[in-house]
């Protein structure tokens, strides 16, 4: 496993900071920024446990170990998926292998994993890798999932992905967030990056967070928090500049596209790092709707930002192949 691969339990009642959560019935597997965390939800006395989201298929088998020790020796009975990008699903086919686990995606996902469409599942759009998987139920917007003693209700959160979940602990006030909230933001809104609009969508999830009594957030990327006031205001200030200036927010997207790929490859020599954004159809995209004035073709472009992350410090380029930092 690699630093930021950190088992947590979670006290809605401790204050924030690393290592300081606990409460009974519930792992936190924070992961590195290529796979989502990982939430065990641990059932009763014989019951089994249900893991929330598995991280990318790349970190499959780190997610394999974190998990074995995180269960104790107690079963794995389901494995449950916010949404279905790459980071939150990647691991399902490994699970399914080992555990023969049923898999439960959100409903409106339901079907384009049965049928395997990576252009509705976005994957061919995006240039992503994720195993194939099977699903064995779709959850629905205000089912409930019964783990033991709790009772997490799933609710609607679309913007960053339009048929996300988030699931809320009313009992202690925990809020499984997935990318819909986390500590400093929120993911990237990609439904506005193909000309859909989606940021009131993002409002909307962020005043229904605001509405519910919540005492501490799990989000799908970064530690547990309990300061949701603070959260949200920085996601709403977050918020109004990309609203302000879609570009910008394009530009940061693009900028993510390509970090993104290069952790999946891990390094990658720069014309294959080029060839990538010029077959990726999204990456495409995203240049002729909002950079055609910054550069003159989407090569140029993606030359162009990544000079910018190996100069802030986010990617590595040595002898002309580029590397993850």
Request: include cysteine.
């Given at each position: 496993m690699h630093a930021g691969d950190t088992p947590r339990n979670l006290n809605p009642d401790a204050a924030a900071g690393p290592g300081s959560f606990?409460?009974?019935?519930?792992?936190v597997l924070?992961?590195?920024?290529?796979?989502?965390?990982?939430?065990?939800?641990?059932?009763?006395p014989g019951e089994g446990a249900t893991l929330v989201?598995?991280?990318?298929?790349?970190?499959?088998?780190?997610?394999?170990?974190?998990?074995?020790?995180?269960?104790?020796?107690?079963?794995?009975?389901?494995?449950?998926?916010?949404?279905?990008?790459?980071?939150?699903c990647g691991g399902n086919a490994t699970l399914q292998r080992e555990f023969g686990?049923?898999?439960s995606v959100p409903a409106a996902s339901f079907a384009a994993v049965q049928a395997w469409d990576e252009d509705a599942l976005s994957y061919r759009n995006t240039g992503q890798r994720c195993d194939r998987f099977t699903a064995q139920a779709a959850l629905n917007p205000g089912e409930v999932l019964q783990v033991g003693a709790r009772r997490w209700q799933a609710?609607?959160?679309?913007?960053?992905?339009?048929?996300?979940?988030?699931?809320?602990?009313?009992?202690?006030g925990v809020?499984?967030?997935?990318?819909?909230?986390?500590?400093?933001?929120?993911?990237?809104?990609?439904?506005e990056l193909e000309g859909i609009a989606a940021f009131a969508d993002v409002a909307a999830v962020l005043d229904m967070i605001e509405r519910l009594p919540v005492r501490v957030v799990i989000p799908g990327h970064g530690a547990p928090f309990s300061d949701v006031s603070g959260a949200l205001r920085r996601a709403r200030t977050r918020l109004a500049g990309q609203r302000a200036d879609p570009a910008r927010h394009a530009r940061h997207a693009a900028k993510v596209m390509i970090k993104y790929h290069v952790m999946e490859e891990r390094s990658q020599?720069?014309?294959?790092?080029?060839?990538?954004?010029?077959?990726?159809?999204?990456?495409?995209?995203?240049w002729q709707r909002f950079a055609q004035r910054d550069a003159s073709t989407a090569s140029a472009w993606c030359e162009q930002l990544t000079h910018e992350l190996v100069g802030s410090g986010a990617l590595r380029l040595l002898d002309d192949v580029v590397h993850d930092a």
């Open positions: 606990q409460l009974p019935g519930l792992t924070e992961r590195g920024w290529l796979s989502s965390n990982n939430i065990v939800l641990h059932g009763a989201d598995s991280g990318h298929c790349v970190h499959a088998a780190q997610t394999l170990a974190l998990l074995r020790h995180a269960l104790h020796g107690q079963a794995l009975v389901r494995v449950v998926n916010t949404h279905l990008h790459s980071d939150h686990v049923p898999v609710l609607a959160a679309p913007g960053h992905d339009p048929e996300s979940l988030v699931l809320f602990d009313a009992q202690d809020l499984i967030s997935a990318d819909a909230l986390w500590e400093n933001g929120f993911g990237v809104v990609f439904p020599p720069w014309q294959a790092l080029i060839a990538w954004t010029v077959a990726t159809p999204l990456f495409d995209g995203v």
